[in-house]
């Protein structure tokens, strides 16, 4: 027989069904992710530094360097599987939000922001802040928006079970809403900043705190279009969202874009217009998918 138990609740049960954990135990768990993932953030930005690495050339960069910068998507993962098992004394896969999830599902998730990334693009080519370029490669934009999102998934996985599967939904439960979007949006965002500052990752002409402030408020909007889709649908959705994200950036907009003279201040993850369409997404996903603060304070789903 087909369940009558609403989205809503079937998600509130998920994250009920975690440890059981304490507000000391969660501040714990907490605050040895955050310890973990920083010192092993620091370990491979210090190899990745080493061995001279360049997000901007990867392809050319010595094995070594670049599989620490991939390893760093890899972190929060082990970041928060050290603090379940240091906290509880065992690792419990319920609470991560890895329960089925469906098609229509999936399909929302990686349209909604496929939409938000090639809308920045469009209107990027549409005002002529940047000129675009289908005829040097048209079949790049067909694998970017399909096959190319699968390598995408794998470094997702790593980051969404860190960031959403322990850190929201534990800020959830002793936490209101905007707390939970903004602590772990700004903490997000805050470790890929070497990827900014130390690795080339701020285009070349553009101040780096200028990047910095435009890539915070993109990946913090993701955030919590990532967040009300893990507390709402669970992790799946949320990982082909966030490789849908990398994939049409990387692989769609930026290779058929020509530079102008200021399309790097618009254009990209440190431009103005992905940090706009991104607020904009954001603002009308969570209109339809909210996320509310309970009588006692913490977070549930619901309108």
Partial sequence: MRSTTPDHVTALVEDLASPAASRSEIRKELTIFGVVQLLLTVLTTVVGLQQGIDVQHLEDGPPLGVTALLLMALWPTVAALVARRTVHGRIRWSGWGLRRTTLRRLGA?????????LASGVVLWAT????????????????????MVLPFLVLALGE???????????????????TVVLATGIAWSAGHFQLLVLFGGTPEGVPTLYAIVMFTIALTALGAILASMQLHWGIWPACVAHAVWNATLYNVVEPVTVDGSVTTWFSTET???????????AVLWWRRYPLRRTPDGVTAVGG
């Fill in 271 to 281: 431009g103005a217009l992905l940090a706009a369409s991104s607020v904009v997404t």
């Fill in 109 to 117: 998730a990686w349209a909604v922001i496929l939409l938000t990334v």
């Fill in 128 to 147: 002529e802040l940047g000129g675009l370029d289908l005829a040097s490669d048209p079949v790049a934009p067909v694998l970017g928006l399909t096959v």
């Fill in 160 to 178: 969404e079970l860190g960031w959403r599967g322990l850190v929201v939904t534990r800020l959830a439960q002793v936490s209101r809403p905007r």
